[in-house]
């Protein structure tokens, strides 16, 4: 690891300890170097801004979470075990990081055009693996090919409607034990693109 990428790692790892007890809006840049220990003028070598600073720590998490989900849908083989596997593991991922989520949904409006932007970027690479998925389920005669001219549709169908449980059922907690029936409603899912 290079000095550059040392002091990077360390800058996300301190905002998120801070983004997570204080919020990004109380946290301030001095903050970060203090609890990295290390001056001010180092940090604002790397980072710009406390904003750059919390896109970077987004950023690094989504990383992770597509990550995992890529690792584990690799490890399946039909289309229908890649999909069921996408959304499981993407529900558990992201509840193991649900404190950031909560801090983006809870300084959304004050951040929005940060968020939004992030958002993009993470459902960009969400939508070209779940193509992916939906293709191979069409080659392999898994899923209708009914569904071929309508793939981007779908995917951000799936994604809008994931987006919308995620912050439901990690953000909000809204429907306590909802980890035992995700399967159940990826199947419900599931049915309607299989032949």
Known sequence: MTKEEQVKSEAIQAAKTLFQYYGLNKTTMEDIAKAMGRGKSTLYYYYKSKDEIFEAVVLNETDEIFSKVKNAIDNVSSAREKLLTYCLTTFKSINTVSVI????????????????????????????LLSIIFHQGIVNGEFTSEIENDIDLLTFSMNSALSGLVIDFVIRKNFPGWEDRIELLTNIFLKGLLV
């Not at 929005?112 to 070209?128: C, P, S, T, Y």
């Open 101 to 128: 989520y909560k801090i983006i949904v809870g300084e959304m409006n004050e951040n929005i055009n940060i968020v939004i932007d992030l958002r993009r970027k993470f459902e960009k690479k969400q939508n070209e």
